[in-house]
């Protein structure tokens, strides 16, 4: 379902270049669960930003269900995020009258109104 194959991604700041994520190559099949750990630092945020097609990546190549993500657009990229992926924050943007499994499911009741 998600296929990362030789990704980069740099920031530049202050006329620096910071070289984020190097080369990573991660499949994630339908059904299966996943976590991202390591240090502050690490890459762990632009790596779930790349894969929430939040931000761009500069080099390698993104396969969403068989589908090159490079080069959408704000709507291409949002109909993506509402079908094939969900947030859920560590610390913020929670709503606070809902429980955790009701944030959690949140998005499903978007998509039962629709059908």
Avoid: C
Avoid at 32 to 61: A, C, Q, R
Avoid at 64 to 80: F, G, H, R, V
Avoid at 102 to 112: D, F, G, R, S
């Amino acid at each position: 379902m998600i296929t990362l194959r030789n990704i980069h991604k740099s920031y530049s700041a202050g006329g620096n270049q910071l070289h984020v994520l190097k080369g990573i190559d991660l499949e994630i099949k339908a059904g299966e669960f996943v976590s991202v750990m390591g240090s502050s630092g690490s890459g762990k945020s632009t790596l779930l930003n790349v894969i929430g097609i939040l931000d761009d990546y500069d080099e390698g190549e993104y396969l969403l269900d068989k589908k090159s993500i490079k080069n959408l657009n704000e709507t291409q990229a949002a109909i993506l995020r509402n079908t094939f992926i969900g947030f859920v924050f560590q610390s913020f943007n929670l709503i606070s009258f809902k429980n955790a499994m009701e944030n959690v499911a949140l998005p499903l009741y978007a998509k039962i109104g629709k059908s």
